[in-house]
């Protein structure tokens, strides 16, 4: 009965890596490629390298993405070594086969944000999941708790290069439209990550407990939960509930009071 309920699991989530992978290369081949968008990742990167060579880009997102795979080959359990190579795998043949479908938009506008909706959406769920599309993401995401500031400033480092490298090959508009479309795709992704969920949880261990308690309370009227009363070394433990449109300025609040303090979000599903 247990193999039968882990199997169960297992199909449904390759079902929706499967999904996303496929959602993930329309938005690339059928919005933001044909009109010499890009992303940044690896994406961004096969994007340039097949505009360069003329080769299809399916092909540069399996080879420049599987070094990644085997790299972090023993850190990953075997679930998600499945989902990511299947996940990888959809997308770089769905993207081979969509290659000579003709633009779905022919204003460049609406197909960056078509494109980006699409792509992040389609990344989002497959990390949803338990995969992942894109290098840039799995490092960010299986290293951030060793180093949490080094990776984040690495990701967007990165991601910043591969734009700029665009706006020298596809040029300066065009690399315009790219950023917008690489924002769009990074907050969708986040949104699908999240379950599509508005609201978020929001922990927070700081030794200015209750001066954040009364400044949340004060400015946004929230309600926040002692969860421990002692300090066990490195703060008080609080949670409280944020809407996702509040939760940079809650994020800026919380830094101001006590810029060591320590936060963690995930989505609060009614």
Known sequence: ????????RISVRLAWV????ILSAAGLELFLVPHNMIIGGAAGASAIFSYLSEMRLGLFLFLLNLPFLLFRYRKLDAQTRLLTF???????????FLHPAPAA?????????????????????????????????????????????????????????VLFAGGFVF?????????????LAYRCSDFALSGFSLTRMVWITSE???????????????????????????????????????QASVIRLIRSLDPNC?????????
């Open 208 to 246: 200015s407990g209750e001066e954040i308690r009364e400044a949340l309370r004060s400015r946004y009227g929230k309600e926040v939960i002692l969860l421990d009363n002692e300090e066990n070394g490195r703060g008080k433990m609080m949670v409280c509930t944020v809407s996702r449109m509040e």
């Open 18 to 21: 499967t999904f996303g992978s």
């Open 105 to 161: 938009l022919d204003h460049t506008l609406a197909s960056t944000a078509a494109g980006g909706l699409a792509l992040g959406i389609g990344i989002g769920i497959v990390l949803r999941f338990g995969g992942f599309l894109d290098a840039a993401d799995g490092l960010a995401m299986t290293s951030e708790a060793k180093a949490p500031g080094r990776i984040r400033r690495s990701y967007w480092i990165f991601n910043g290069s």
């Open 1 to 8: 009965m247990n193999a039968n309920m882990a199997n169960t």
């Open 262 to 270: 320590s936060l963690a979000f995930h989505a609060a599903h009614r």
């Open 86 to 96: 299947a996940g990888l795998s959809i997308l770089s043949l769905s993207a081979f």
């Open 171 to 183: 040029g300066w508009d065009e690399a315009m439209y790219s950023v917008i479309a690489f924002l």
